[in-house]
T-cell receptor, first 117, second 114 residues
Framework: AQKITQTQPGMFVQEKEAVTLDCTYD???????LFWYKQPSSGEMIFLIY??????QNATEGRYSLNFQKARKSANLVISASQLGDSAMYFC??????????????FGKGTRLSVIA | EADIYQTPRYLVIGTGKKITLECSQT?????MYWYQQDPGMELHLIHY???????EKGDLSSESTVSRIRTEHFPLTLESARPSHTSQYLC?????????????FGPGTRLTVL
């Protein structure tokens, strides 16, 4: 079963508008972490934001926020005031517990965001 | 933010050659990882290390091998490269306690095997 599902292969957004990138996850663990990464065309993976399963507040980092809905198992990334430099692939990822385990970071298939001037 | 370096950034090589992809980090992170990513696709973990002299295979079967003799260095070796090895290879490192430890990635090596 797919652990991380990103249903939007591609998205377009107008510059200065907000955009939401969807991510749903599947786990039976109570303890897990959710991550979003940005991958520009140059290929590097840039960490954007993290949400822990026990965090009560939605994570925010500058223009990035994570809309965490635990009951629905969704962790959508919201980018406010889009910029041309936001054009990239965006990957949602999850790391499950236990605390001392060797569980890998599992990635979704990604969403390609294109910001239009 | 971690400082993590990969060399070479691009490599084109013939079938049957032995290659080593280098990865180094200067943050003293105990955990290091290698991922393989085909263009436009998700990342798959092929190797990881939780410390010196500790290496494990990831969830994607790989013909490569790794070593972790020093904390800062985690090279990946292909004994005999094949066209099926053509891909991008990303190295990452992290510290802290799973599942909250954030992985920071290097710039990647794009490998093409002819």
């Amino acid at each position: 079963a797919q652990k991380i599902t990103q249903t939007q292969p591609g998205m377009f957004v107008q510059e200065k508008e907000a955009v939401t990138l969807d991510c749903t996850y599947d786990t039976s663990d109570q303890s897990y972490g959710l991550f979003w990464y940005k991958q520009p065309s140059s290929g590097e993976m840039i960490f954007l934001i993290y949400q822990g399963s026990y965090d009560e507040q939605n994570a925010t980092e500058g223009r990035y926020s994570l809309n965490f809905q635990k009951a629905r198992k969704s962790a959508n990334l919201v980018i406010s005031a889009s910029q041309l430099g936001d054009s990239a692939m965006y990957f949602c990822a999850m790391r499950e517990g236990p605390w001392a385990g060797n569980t890998p970071l599992v990635f979704g298939k990604g969403t390609r965001l294109s910001v239009i001037a | 933010e971690a400082d993590i370096y990969q060399t070479p950034r691009y490599l084109v090589i013939g079938t049957g050659k032995k290659i080593t992809l280098e990865c180094s980090q200067t943050m003293g992170h105990d955990k290091m990882y290698w991922y393989q990513q085909d263009p436009g696709m998700e990342l798959h973990l092929i190797h990881y290390s939780y410390g010196v002299n500790s290496t494990e295979k990831g969830d994607l079967s790989s013909e490569s091998t790794v070593s972790r003799i020093r904390t800062e260095h985690f090279p990946l070796t292909l004994e005999s490269a094949r066209p099926s090895h053509t891909s991008q290879y990303l190295c990452a490192s992290s510290t802290g306690t799973p599942p909250t430890d954030t992985q920071y990635f290097g710039p990647g090596t794009r490998l093409t095997v002819l």
